[in-house]
């Protein structure tokens, strides 16, 4: 068992800058990836952004070039760097934890991009 906590969300500009953290209460060595999920208003949710406990990240289309995932192992925390935001990225984000069978869910944090 794990917790996620997220934290960093709030209302920004279009073109402004946020940074998502997402806090484990053990060890995100033990899980094979962590990533980050958003839910848009009527929308599933999906994934955008993935790093392995190797380091290797993949990135959702609509992301790549403006969003950063990065991990602090000896902290237990991931991150999200999300630079020139857009009005369509407005959801509530979720971190995640992906283990060998398991799958873990923070409770999510709400981004909004309006001017």
């Known amino acids: 068992q794990v917790q996620l906590v997220e934290s960093g969300g709030g209302l920004v500009q279009p073109g402004g800058s946020l940074r998502l953290s997402c806090a484990a209460s053990?060890?995100?060595?033990?899980?094979?990836?962590m990533g980050w999920y958003r839910q848009g208003p009527g929308n599933q949710r999906d994934v955008i952004a993935r790093?392995?406990?190797?380091?290797?990240?993949n990135y959702e289309d609509s992301v790549k070039g403006r969003f950063t995932i990065s991990r602090d192992n000896a902290k237990n925390m991931v991150y999200l760097q999300m630079n020139s935001l857009k009005p369509e990225d407005t959801a509530v984000y979720y971190c995640?934890?992906?283990?060998?069978?398991?799958?873990?869910w923070g409770q999510g944090t709400q981004v909004t991009v309006s001017s």
């Open positions: 790093i392995t406990s190797s380091g290797s990240t």
């Open positions: 053990r060890s995100i060595l033990s899980f094979n990836a």
């Open positions: 995640n934890a992906r283990g060998k069978a398991l799958e873990y």
